[in-house]
């Protein structure tokens, strides 16, 4: 695996909780990592990628609370400082995303515009 750079994006406890949850089900994959990024669509232009991949060879590696987090470089300029949290509640339940770089989101959350 390549070398450990400075993390651009946060995961908080709750999202960090969820995740090694996840990592920890019968079902997941060996070999697999946490990838965040984004790619083009959604109701504000942008949406949010959020899912367990294989390594490619353009990615950025990082390690957040001893979750390995998969990047693309060119991904960083819309993420940079971006938390993503996890909630649990009654209203709402699924991963957040809180994006200092967003000019506008849909009502869902899951996707952005800058």
Known sequence: MDAIVAVP???????VTEVKRLMNEPAFVTGQ???????????SGMSYILGFDAKESDDEVYEIEGITVLMKK??????FG???????????????FKNPNASSTCGCGSSFAV
């Open 74 to 79: 060119s991904h960083e300029m819309y993420l």
């Open 9 to 15: 994006i946060k995961l908080s406890s709750n999202a």
């Open 82 to 96: 971006m938390e993503v949290d996890y909630s649990d509640g009654l209203n709402a339940r699924g991963f957040v």
């Open 33 to 43: 990592y946490l990838r965040i990024g984004v790619k083009g669509g959604g109701c």
